[in-house]
């Protein structure tokens, strides 16, 4: 009733729910002395990701003159340069925002909690991943020993019959339509792959598994490598638990000039599909010509694991008051 509206649309106890997940983290990091810290969520620049859009505030700076400044859709440019800086083992809990993006999984703000390891590589911060989830949990319940790690190329194989890094997106066009009766206009092959993983996959993923080695095509920020077969991989992850995405990870890149284009190449995909291009962070492409680290890094939605703690639907029944409240 549209009278309620002002009520929270979470309850009582996953309020307590969530102190508690955020209470856990903290002492989780505090005991392996990685440093809490705080960057800008307003920002003079912004990621150009073609599969995410920035939220966008004006602001009016003493002398009248307007600027555009950008919602973070995560921190971690800002704390990419803390490391370049010599920060250290870092991590962050705080809001982010993503434009066109409410659902029972999502909404346009959400709580991230992220952090960066120096010296690690994407397999050591699975491990440690794994060891803060499962310190959450109780320590009777089922989470504490049934991890699972598989590479992107063996889910495909497994549930659907083809190598994902060898396929042709002709085909995979062809397999989408028929599995799930869809129709995309401009889709390319990273497109019709995350569809089929969303519809044909993900819902099979019930306990917890890490999936690595994705296509190259799909690097984003993430360093790259070869699997097993010579193939050229994206080396980052992602943690499934309960058939939904909770973290995304990578080892990272730290090449100035291959981010420079990846950036470009970015901007070229947004135009394409008719997006506004971002403003590339100059800062960040500063602080990796001054030097990263060999470092590894994940971003987990605190709202998602908050809602497999307290066996809520959607996200909204852990959120205080989501968009349609706010």
């Not at 150009?48 to 919602?71: F, G, H, R, W």
């Not at 981010?259 to 492409?285: A, H, M, W, Y």
Request: with cysteine.
């Amino acid at each position: 009733m549209k009278d309620e509206q002002w009520r929270p649309s979470t309850n009582k106890d996953r309020l307590f729910a969530r102190a508690d997940l955020l209470k856990s983290i903290r002492s989780f990091f505090e005991q392996r002395s990685v440093l809490e810290v705080e960057t800008p969520t307003l920002s003079q620049a912004t990621g150009t990701d073609p599969n995410l859009d920035s939220i966008t505030a004006n602001y009016q700076d003493v002398q009248q003159k307007e600027k555009t400044l950008y919602l973070q859709t995560s921190p971690e440019f800002a704390m990419k340069r803390l490391l370049a800086d010599g920060s250290g083992a870092i991590f962050q809990i705080c809001k982010s925002f993503r434009n066109a993006e409410q659902g029972a999984r999502h909404n346009p703000e959400f709580t991230l909690l992220e952090w960066y390891q120096p010296g690690y590589d994407e397999h050591e911060l699975m491990n440690e991943l794994m060891l803060l989830v499962q310190s959450i949990y109780p320590q009777d319940h089922s989470i504490q020993h049934v991890w699972q790690k598989q590479t992107y190329q063996n889910l495909y194989e497994q549930h659907l019959g083809f190598n994902p890094h060898v396929i042709h997106c002709e085909e995979l066009e062809r397999l989408a339509k028929k599995e799930i009766n869809i129709e995309i206009k401009q889709a390319n092959k990273d497109t019709w792959l995350d569809l089929l993983f969303s519809h044909l996959i993900e819902p099979h993923l019930k306990e917890p598994i890490f999936i690595y080695d994705y296509p190259v095509s799909q690097s984003a920020l993430a360093a790259t490598g070869k699997n097993n077969d010579g193939i050229e991989i994206a080396r980052r992850f992602e943690l499934v638990i309960g058939g939904m995405e909770i973290a995304n990870g990578y080892f990272e890149l730290t090449d100035v000039e291959e981010q420079r284009r990846r950036f470009s190449d970015d901007q070229k995909i947004r135009q394409e599909q008719q997006k506004t291009t971002n403003p590339v962070d100059g800062n960040l492409l500063a602080a990796m010509t001054h030097g990263l680290p060999s470092c590894a890094g994940v971003a987990l939605g605190l709202d998602r694991l908050l809602m497999l703690v307290s066996n809520a639907q959607s996200i909204d029944q852990v959120l205080t008051f989501p968009l349609d409240r706010a």
